[in-house]
Every structure is written in structure tokens, then in C-alpha cells.
């Protein structure tokens, strides 16, 4: 009896490792799972608008998983932190699944609800950056406390899989110092040569306009919260001026070489904005009559 118990072991153990095997291999074929591994260090991208994509890649990552990582409630405090392991390091994701089961109770426990704005992201150096997010913490109903969190990151390629697209994944992270006071933000960002610099704004961008102009790439996505993304094909060799128009406010600040940090993303608050002192001067060209015409027949806007 046990040596046929023996057989029908071998024999089912045997079926499952060829199973196993061939799932794997058709897993690994599958265009879903895209194994593409970038060196952050060496590689040579020497076509501006791929380097422009990698850049912009990291940093929309990046401003992802930290807003998840300060935001939920006592419901989906379990899920939605264990799905962000897999965007981690192993070592990392082991130390980050201890830790969610130690609080899982203790939050699950309580009413809360936790939600992160992100307000600046710098690149300190190649794979290595510094964040700061406002992090609004409710315990009780209609109170309400902030907590403004430093973030050290370091991030490096991997391969993508389908629990991690981004073939991205967090190495280390930190969270040096926090506060209920906030910080000084200045209104002067540095910006690296074809690396994007994405700003958000509190209302709808009209347009943006700098001094000297030319200088720099700007493209527009307007919203009820507006994002500018700025691109700088060459070294900046003189600070430029930027004045963003709203409706009925204005933003000023200023763009500089980055020397070694770099402002990856930065969401300016409505305290920052001036009122508009010509309503005029933001405002975008009339369309001629040929650029009507294409948008009716293609469907598309055309940026002035």
C-alpha cells in the first residue's frame, strides 16, 4: 500500500512541475509581461524625446506611489498598502509586510481616514530623490490635523511584470522628519536638460509666458487643476522668468540650471497666486479660420 501510495505521489508531484513549467513559459511569452530592463546608470539614450519619456516615467511612478502610500482609510488600509509591495525592493517589501500586519488591527480598529497631496519632488541624484507631502489624518468627524512628511527615496530598474508595469521598484525609503507646521516652498525651480518639470496649479492655466522666451518647452494640460510640464533641450545659461494666467490670478516664479538637484514636480498652492493685474495678457491667439477648420474635421484642439 505505501509503495503505491509512494507511485501516486511521484506521479502527481511530476504532473504539477510540468504544469508549473509550462505556465511559466507562457507567462514569460505573454506580451503582457514586457521584460525590458533599463541600466539608470549607463544608458545610452541619446535620442532627447526617449530620454524626456524615461524621465517623465520615473517621476509619474514616483508621484503615484507616494500619494497611495500616505492615502487610505481603516477599510482598505490591508489592500491597498500590500499592492504597493510589489513596487518595492524584497528586502524593502518584507520589512513594509511586517509592519502592515503589526498595524492592521490597530488601524482597522479606528475610524480613520489619511489622504497625501504631494507638493514637491527633487531629484537629489541619478535613482536617489527627496519628496514633501501634506498628509491630512481624520480620526474623529469634522477634525481634521495636517502633517507635512519629508520622503527619501531611491528607486532602480526591474523587470516589468503584471503586479509591476512600471518595471520600477523602491529601494529605499525614509521619512527623515515631520511636521504640523509648513514648510517655506521657494517660488525659484531647477531644472535638468531633458529631464520634465512638471508643475500643477489650483485653477485653470490660460497660458504661460516667459522671460526670455523660447527658452523653454511648455505644454499645457488645463483642468479644473492645471499641469504644466516644462522641458529644457540644453543647460539653461540664464534664469528665466515664467508668469502662469488664470482667470483672474497669476503665478510667478522663476526656472534656473539645476546644479545638483533637480525639481522633478512641484504643486503650487492657491496662497501662492497674485491677482491678475492684466486680464489681457495671459490670454491665448484667436484661431484662424484654418485652424477651426482642422479641429472640426480631426476632432483635435490646436495649441496656438
Known sequence: MKKHLWQIL?????????????????????????AITTDMAGTDNSQPQSVQLTEMEKGTFLRQYLERYFTYDSNN?????????????????????????????????KSLNQKSTLLT?????RG??????????????????????????????????????????????????????APGISS???IREKTPLIITFPCAIENIQGEPDSVLETKITTLNISEVQINS???LSEVVKLTAYCKDKEYHFQVSAADKSADVFRAFSADAAQVRKDPGAGKPKK???YD????????IEVEN
Request: hydrophobic residues 40%; aromatic residues 8%.
Open 77 to 109: 488600509f490591508w489592500q491597498s498598502q500590500t499592492s504597493l509591495t510589489f513596487l518595492m525592493s524584497p528586502e524593502l517589501r518584507e520589512k513594509r509586510i511586517q509592519e502592515i500586519q503589526r498595524l492592521r488591527d490597530k488601524i482597522q480598529s
Open 188 to 190: 525659484t525651480l531647477a
Open 233 to 235: 533641450a540644453n543647460k
Open 121 to 125: 519632488l527633487n531629484q537629489i541624484s
Open 292 to 299: 477651426k477648420t482642422i479641429e472640426n474635421v480631426l476632432g
Open 10 to 34: 511521484f506521479a502527481a508531484s511530476f504532473i504539477w512541475a510540468s504544469v508549473v513549467s509550462v505556465l511559466y513559459w507562457q507567462l514569460k511569452s505573454n506580451p503582457r509581461v514586457i
Open 287 to 289: 484661431k484662424d479660420r
Open 128 to 181: 536617489a530623490y527627496s519628496a514633501l507631502l501634506a498628509v491630512q489624518i481624520s480620526e474623529a468627524p469634522g477634525r481634521v490635523n495636517t502633517l507635512y512628511v519629508n520622503t527619501n527615496l531611491q528607486i532602480e530598474n526591474t523587470e516589468r511584470t503584471l503586479e509591476n508595469p512600471w518595471g520600477l521598484m523602491i529601494t529605499k525609503l525614509d521619512f527623515p522628519q515631520s511636521s504640523p507646521t
